[in-house]
């Protein structure tokens, strides 16, 4: 296990700490990080809720106080670095990207590099770190011990008297345990400060965003049958893959290419009432469906959409220019991840057949940053795949503490896993026959209206039916579906709090009266979700428990 972060008692806070500029959250940051001597120390904060600010205000402050000699910022891709530099320069601070040496020249105070760069000099960088070397390692989760960058990352820097961490996820999908990172004993990360999506929205760091989910008769041919289903209907797990590559087909007129004509609509309502550059991003399976998307696009609007392919020459120069420019839409495929910073998206359409939380999550913060200076909610259209769904409806935890009446405040989600293959559409015993699909009711209001409001979902008695005349669902779903919820809501309660997940959950059985959870009613299921909810979501820090 990592050192624990090294702190000494708090000194009085530097007046950069203080910085009116700095949002609320860099600025109690920077104070949780003052007095901070030595070892790892994570900020764990929503993509586009600012966590480059803090990071070099706090760099150009270690500088000024002479308690470090140098910077080494080691993040996923090249225009990163430069990103960083860019950033860097207006506090005062110069980097160097992609340096093969660690001691530039005095011209500069540290280096900005990728992981892959830190991995290739790492012979060079390890002899050059020395104790007074600061690293700013940005999305740390891109490192795992037992995998290249992260073996490259620890013979570059392992000798670095201070690593900063920073990530929005600290966390793989294989469990390999990231550099740096202290881990509870149940293998969650223990980060050093947290800003969740729900309190970014709150404060206006990130935008609200509206999930609108498409659903339908969907007909494909496995193998010698002819399959018909909705999203609602239980398949088995091959069949649930081909329905989705069924509902993502832009051969089919009532299917994709339809959800393609209601998004660029929302998006012309969205440039319409005052976004005038607003974009809109469609995330496409691989490269032939992203060419195939660009083509109806381009019948829908009349205007051939910007393509980005990652293995395109070329590629972050397009995302630059569709970023600096006006036009409506651009498809990309693998190039949406950490770093794309294009404030204008508000509109996107997610066709990938990636499904994993980790990739649902880097995609949702596409259209959160509020850099366009525009108010207002983004609109995420995406298949009714029963676990895209399960991804979003994790803002129903987080919206009934955070979205104040009336206000245009939702909260986001926050996942613990990561993954980033893809699946190939191209089986030879799968045809996509017909879609007739449509948006559903989004999660907090209808489908194309502007003003989308937050709304409660209705637990309905085992008895009675919906309004809309939808059968209850069973209570043992309705069970099954609380304790899931229960369940992540405690890891979510362990890692905002410093606690261990068994701490957690002898905590709320205890605030709940629940002996075991196995022989737990539905009502107190209910409660322990309630009561977990608005401890989550508390402004003060509880002081943690021993148990």
């Known amino acids: 296990m990592p050192p624990a972060s090294t702190a000494t008692a708090p000194s009085p806070l530097p007046a950069a700490f203080s910085d009116d500029r700095l949002r609320a959250w860099q600025r109690e940051a ?7 001597i030595g070892g790892p120390f994570l900020i764990a904060a929503a993509p586009g809720a600012g966590k480059t600010r803090p990071a070099l205000v706090l760099a150009a402050e270690l500088l000024r106080q002479r308690q470090i000699d140098r910077v080494a910022v080691v993040c996923p891709t090249a225009p990163l670095t430069r ?148 999203f609602e209907e239980e398949v088995s797990t091959k069949e649930r893959g081909r329905r989705y590559r069924t509902a993502i087909s832009v051969d089919l007129a009532e299917g994709l290419p339809r959800i393609l004509r209601q998004a660029n609509d929302q998006l012309s309502r969205v440039r319409a009432s005052g976004h005038a550059d607003a974009g809109g991003l469609v995330i496409a399976a691989d490269s032939d469906h992203a060419r195939l998307v660009a083509g109806s696009l381009k019948d829908i609007t009349g205007e051939s959409p910007t393509v980005v392919l990652h293995q395109d020459a070329g590629a972050h120069r397009r995302l630059r220019e569709f970023s ?97 293959e893809t699946e190939r559409s191209d089986e030879p015993d799968f045809v996509a026959v017909a879609a007739d699909i449509a948006p559903q009711m989004n999660l907090f209001g209808e489908a194309g209206d502007d003003s989308v409001q937050p709304i409660a979902a209705p637990v309905p008695e085992a008895a009675e039916a919906l309004d809309d005349g939808e059968p209850a669902v069973p209570a043992f779903q309705r069970r099954k579906d609380l304790r899931a919820r229960r369940h992540r809501l405690i890891g979510d309660l362990a890692l905002k709090r410093g606690w261990t997940h068994r701490e957690a959950n002898v905590w709320i059985n205890e605030e709940t009266g629940v002996g075991r959870v196995e022989e737990a009613t539905i009502e107190e299921l209910e409660r322990s979700c309630r009561v977990l909810s608005e401890e989550l979501f508390r402004p003060k820090r509880r002081r943690r428990r021993s148990y």
């Not at 050093?192 to 509206?210: H, K, L």
């Open 324 to 420: 600096d420019g006006n036009g409506r839409w651009i498809v990309a495929v693998n190039m949406v991840s950490e770093g794309v910073d294009i404030p204008r998206l508000r509109v996107g359409v997610y066709a990938t057949t990636a499904k994993t939380a980790m990739i649902f999550r880097q995609i949702v913060g596409r259209f959160v940053r509020t850099g366009s200076g525009t108010k207002g909610e983004s609109w995420l259209f995406l298949p009714a795949e029963p676990i895209l769904r399960s991804h979003a409806s994790r803002i129903e935890d987080e919206i009934a503490r955070v979205a104040r009446p009336g206000a245009d405040e939702d909260g986001l989600l926050d996942e613990r896993e990561e993954r980033r």
């Open 30 to 36: 920077l104070a949780e990080a003052n007095g901070w």
């Open 83 to 230: 990103q960083w530099a860019a950033a860097a320069a207006g506090v005062g601070l110069s980097l160097q990207p992609d340096s093969q040496v660690l001691r530039t020249t005095r011209d500069f105070q540290g280096i900005a590099v990728t992981y892959a760069r830190a991995a290739a000099s790492a012979k060079t960088y390890g002899a050059e770190c020395t104790a007074r070397t600061l690293v700013i390692a940005d999305e740390v989760h891109h490192l795992g011990d037992e995998l290249a960058w992260g073996a490259g990352f620890v013979k570059a820097f392992g000798r670095a008297g201070r690593k900063l961490l920073l990530s929005g996820t600290p966390f793989r999908s294989d469990d390999a345990p990231i550099p740096g990172i202290r881990y509870d004993g149940e293998g969650f990360a223990r980060p050093d400060v947290s800003y969740s999506y729900a309190e970014s929205v709150r404060d206006g760091a990130c935008r609200p965003i509206a999930f609108i989910p498409f659903d339908g008769t969907l007909v494909w041919q496995s193998g010698d049958k002819v399959i018909e289903s909705s």
